[in-house]
């Protein structure tokens, strides 16, 4: 049998950054291949190695030859937490807190996420399909490939499944891979202002199961937290969305210590995400149950808060990924380099974490193992970087380094 031919090759890398960690050297966590190329064939990885042996791997005439001229190649990124689809901008609300006025006390005011849910019911679905392509196309510039998009602005079976149904099509017609969750359990909608109780048996009884039967969601998360909902509440969506087979997340200790870290370690959840605050015991259960810790320093910023200690949670053995959260209340933006960024400088992380972060941990984060690496069978997720060094992604920040995105083994920006 000969050896199948490549349909791609990147070559000229003067680093590839597999993320698949070797034994020895320098850096062994990010698996780097010095002097680099990548083969790939029908969107999968076939190969990778020294740019010198990739003569070495069959080619056809119709191969597509990718010069990386000696920039970095890594994984596609994977932003593995946003609210990317709303519509509206709290830019009043957001100058409202810069002056002192707290976000949950606008929250429990009817203000922040009940805001957006307000704007986004009376948007139609083509604005929204709209509005989300253009943050993933924002996204797809500055080097992802896969990003989840939660729901959780509609507030109801029907507003629920039409985001979720929204987010799915926009990820159909766009490069980057979407991963879907429902976060029916988001904010308590207006209307059930006096019925909690009732609000959360509509997402055990009706939004779940009928999110699950039509393939929407790959996922179910709650926010966890004082005027949003409580640990018991969350324990009985999260059984309910485990029971649909559906993958478990939480929004956890951003500002209070709810027992977060616990539940998500009972559940075997896929990751609890913020953590700003999380004590020790929640800690010790994440790490036995080997869940995800999903940092988004782009809430801390935004919020001007307490940034989550990676550093604490790292030494403890804890797995770490970092996502944008990109959301319009508290944190607007697309930019998950930029994340790698804050996590070196504010939360105690190392460049080579970081990375690790925005690709390998990111994917586990969302039960995804054939991204956030690069090693054959993989999907070919690829992002060529115009810099010389893989830390100057880190170090040089806050603007565009990638050169070429391919994903699923096709160029796909500049498109
Ligand atoms: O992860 N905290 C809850 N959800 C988002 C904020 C959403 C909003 O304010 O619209 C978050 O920070
Ligand atoms: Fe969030």
């Known amino acids: 049998m000969t050896d199948p031919a490549a349909d791609l090759v990147v070559t000229n890398a003067s680093q590839v950054l597999t993320m698949v ?12 291949v010095l002097e680099g190329a990548v083969a790939a064939r029908a969107g999968r990885v076939l190969w990778v190695g020294p ?3 990739a003569g070495s791997v069959p080619a056809l005439d119709s191969t597509v030859w990718i010069d990386a001229r000696g920039g970095v190649v890594t994984p596609g990124l994977i932003d593995p937490h946003t609210h990317a689809v709303f519509a509206g901008s709290r830019h009043e609300e ?3 807190r810069l002056a002192g006025r707290p976000y949950l006390e606008i929250l429990a005011a009817g203000g922040g996420i009940l805001s957006t849910v307000r704007a986004t019911r009376a948007a139609s679905d083509r604005e929204l399909v709209e509005l989300t392509r253009a943050r993933l196309d924002r996204m797809l510039a500055l080097g992802v490939t896969t990003a989840e998009l939660k729901s959780g ?11 979720l149904r929204i987010a799915r099509e926009a990820g159909a017609a766009h490069p980057i891979r979407v991963v879907t969750t429902l976060l029916g359990a988001h904010a308590l909608p207006d209307e059930h202002r006096h019925d909690r109780a009732g609000y959360v048996r509509l997402v055990i009884d009706e939004m779940i199961p009928e999110a699950a039967r039509q ?3 790959d996922a179910c998360d709650v926010y966890l937290e004082r005027a949003a909902f409580s640990l018991d509440e969350a324990r009985a969506i999260l059984l309910a969305a485990r029971k649909a087979g559906l993958g478990t997340k939480l929004h956890a200790g951003q500002f209070n210590d709810l027992g977060g870290g616990e539940l998500a370690a009972e559940l075997g959840a896929l990751s609890a995400d913020h953590l700003e605050e999380l004590g020790d015991e929640g800690l010790r259960a994440m790490v036995a ?5 999903v940092l988004l320093p782009g809430a801390a910023l935004s919020l001007r808060g307490r940034f989550p200690d990676a550093r604490r949670l ?6 770490v990924a970092l996502a944008t959260d990109c959301n319009p209340g508290t944190s607007h933006t697309e930019n998950l380099p930029l994340m790698a960024t804050l996590a070196v400088s504010q939360m105690g992380m190392t460049i080579d974490e970081a990375l690790v972060g925005v690709t390998a941990s990111a994917a586990r984060a969302l039960g995804l193992d054939d991204a956030g690496a690069i090693a054959p069978g993989h999907r070919a997720d690829l992002t060529v970087w115009d810099v010389p060094d ?3 992604l880190v170090y040089h920040f806050g603007v565009p380094h990638a050169a070429r995105v391919i994903a699923g083994g096709r160029v796909v920006w500049p498109s």
């Open 289 to 293: 149950a080997g869940v995800v810790g």
């Open 153 to 163: 602005y509609g507030l109801g079976v029907e507003a629920e499944l039409r985001l």
């Open 94 to 96: 957001y100058e409202a």
């Open 21 to 32: 960690p070797a034994s020895a050297g320098e850096h062994p966590g990010l698996g780097i």
């Open 215 to 217: 393939g929407l969601a």
């Open 51 to 53: 740019a010198s042996n």
């Open 314 to 319: 790292l030494d403890a053995g804890l797995r």
């Open 390 to 392: 893989f830390r100057c």
